[in-house]
């Protein structure tokens, strides 16, 4: 279905515009740890939790808010940074690895 445009005598149809939707994909897994992260259980019990991304940066916080793709990491200071889920390499506490248990 097309839409068209006036323009003083001429006639033209308006361009259509169709978005593009990527999905990419998730650890699933990985998914699943920040989700549990999210509960006030976890905020309250597993902190401070340091995430080491890929590129070997560190950040500490607990987990405020998961998107798909995403996650929003509040730091003691109230600071909100956000990480791609696929930047995250590993969740660290009290300096272990986090265990997982889904």
Known sequence: ?????????SIFPEPEVKAIETKVEVDPLMWQRLRFLT?????????PLCFQLQDGEKI???VDLLHSESVLIKSAADVITAIEIND???IWWGGKKLPIRL
């Not at 279905?1 to 005598?9: A, G, I, L, V």
């Not at 509960?39 to 902190?47: E, I, L, N």
């Open 60 to 62: 500490c916080g607990v």
């Open 39 to 47: 509960t006030d259980f976890a905020k309250y019990v597993y902190k």
């Open 1 to 9: 279905m097309s839409r068209w445009q006036e323009e003083s005598t």
């Open 88 to 90: 995250i390499k590993e």
